[in-house]
């Protein structure tokens, strides 16, 4: 059957790794990041709004009660860092973390099941996990550092912001004017850097080792000892590592959600 | 010839270290701050449930830069940027 050659395994590794794209250079789309990441964007959102429709104030319903407690966990985390007008960061927290633990959680469907659904419509590569693209990541983080340039314009003003630029943190010397300066470009170009890398990194490797533990059971041919073998550490070590990766895909949808709620508390404040 | 073997050599040699050294880092770390926690949590439990979330956050805060490298690693392991410029 198939040959544990280096080539094919390697083989089966980058395929799984193409992404289903159309134009190239700069102007190439990863359909399949778009339809995957907007597509799980509309459902959550849309059951976020009928549940939130349908609200009473009387008993409420499973959903409604689950809404709830997903809305006062994110009300909560805002709470603890922001105290001013919680109008638009928990709402915008809300949805960062039910979309990126929603994308995150493709990763837990098996490995060649987008594929072969894919190849139903005529697609031959399909990477189901948005997140662990690096456009979305970015994209997503380039988003939340224009909303803490906007919220640090809006809250201190432009000449407020601008001497805040030039005398944070080491003082308002003239002569500390240039080192000040850069240390807040760093850390201006630093935070969505770090915010996308981080979500992408944990994704993407999650993704490898899911793709490395399916290369075991790849090796199938027939009831021999050596390939029963190799399936059941491929079914072992795989429920283990998804087992792990439920944490992981909780816990950077969380990170995430928080970094974006301290960044932009972190524009409001005076010095 | 020889120096296609020896690009994808060093590169294993690199990928080693990267994932290795970044372990090293992450755990030691994350070691660290159990600890303090546990020691925090033996001294005042009533903070148990606070303090949790926010080791929860620290430890995805610490592990960052050690899984950016294991993808880079992995990037490196399939789809070698490097071999390329040898044709």
Known sequence: MAAEAPDSSTAYITHHLKHLSVGEGFWTLHLDTLIVSIGLG??????????ARKATAGVPSKGQAFVEML??????????????????????GLTIFVWVFLMNAMDLLPLDLPGVVASWFGAHEFRVVPTADMNTTFAMSIT????VLFYS???????????????????????????????????????????????????????????????LGATW?????????????????????AIFHILIITLQAFIFMVLTIVYIALAHEHH | ????????????????????????????????????FLESA?????????????????????????LIAVALAMF????NPLLSVLG
């Open chain 2, 1 to 36: 010839m020889e120096y296609l073997a020896q690009v994808q050599s060093l590169t294993a040699i690199a990928l080693g270290l990267m994932i290795g050294l970044g372990a090293v880092g992450a755990c030691i770390g994350i070691g660290i701050m159990g600890s303090k």
């Open chain 1, 144 to 147: 939340v550092i224009l909303l």
């Open chain 1, 153 to 215: 314009f809006k809250a201190k003003g432009a000449g407020g912001y601008a001497h805040e630029l030039f005398t944070a943190p080491f003082g308002p010397n003239p002569l500390l004017w240039i080192p000040n300066f850069l240390l807040n470009i760093v850390e201006l170009l630093s935070k969505p850097v770090s915010l996308a890398m981080r979500l992408f990194g944990n994704m993407y490797a999650g993704e490898l080792v899911f793709m490395l533990i399916a290369l």
């Open chain 1, 221 to 241: 041919a027939g009831f021999t000892l050596g390939s029963s073998v190799s399936m059941l550490g491929q079914v072992v070590m795989g429920a283990a590592w």
């Open chain 2, 76 to 79: 490196f392991a399939f789809a």
């Open chain 1, 42 to 51: 509309v459902i959550a959102m849309g059951l976020l709004f009928m549940v």
């Open chain 1, 71 to 92: 809305v006062d966990f994110v009300d909560g985390q805002v709470r603890d860092v922001f105290h001013g007008d919680r109008g638009f960061i928990a709402p915008l």
């Open chain 2, 42 to 66: 033996a001294r005042q439990p009533e903070l148990i449930p606070a303090l949790q979330g926010r080791m929860f956050l620290l430890v995805g805060l610490i592990d960052a830069a050690f």
